[in-house]
């Protein structure tokens, strides 16, 4: 515990520098997180020549918005957000090339958690919770109980008595069904998002 209030005090101590615009401490900062922010961009991006973009636009824009840094909260976050950021913006200069768009939407995979947590914005949510809606009610039961229930096509199918091959039918094509209505309404971050793990049929 002690070590690891040592670290967030000499953190601090280096956020506070480089606000005031310590070359120094700013690469101290970069030595810290360069790689943390390549490893993120690059799950994100699936691509290394992306990524190293991506760390050089980061830090870029952390020296020029040095004096808004909060050294109260978390630069961890802070940085890793910023990374999103840019990530989102590559991804919206490659939509503009429909062929590039095919591609890009193929590579991306980003994890289930990953996804909720930082890509479902509130107008993704109400896409998402409005393409349930949609669903037929057997479709949308069976759906519910698997994503917000967490119950197995096995549980599902005792439970609705039905066949686990019904289960498994209805998932996919209620995962199908969402799918395409998130890429149709979601823009950019619908393509990441219908590409991660949250979608998936099993």
């Known amino acids: 515990m002690q070590v690891y209030q040592t670290a ?79 990530v989102l913006n590559h991804l919206k200069k490659v939509a503009r090339n429909k062929s590039l768009q095919e591609e890009t939407f193929h590579l991306i995979e980003v994890s289930s958690n990953r996804t909720e947590d930082q890509l479902l914005e509130k107008e993704l949510r109400q896409i998402y919770v409005d393409a349930i809606d949609q669903l037929p009610a057997q479709k949308k039961i069976i759906y519910q109980l698997s994503r917000t229930e967490e119950l197995s096509h096995e549980e599902i199918a005792l439970k609705l008595n039905i066949s686990k091959n019904t289960v498994k039918n209805h998932m996919v094509e209620a995962s199908k069904f969402i799918r395409e209505q998130v890429r149709k309404n979601g823009g950019i971050i619908g393509f990441i998002i219908v590409s991660s793990n949250y979608f998936h049929s099993n």
Do not use: C
């Open 8 to 86: 967030q005090s000499e953190e601090k101590d280096l956020l506070m520098k480089l606000r005031e615009g310590d070359e120094p401490a700013f690469v101290k900062i970069y030595n810290e997180y360069r790689n943390k922010v390549f490893t993120y961009a690059h799950q994100l991006s699936k691509s290394a020549d992306i990524a190293e973009e991506i760390v050089q636009e980061v830090f870029i824009r952390i020296w020029q918005k040095r004096e808004q840094i909060n050294v109260e909260l978390s630069f961890n976050a802070y940085i890793k957000k910023i990374t999103l950021n840019h």
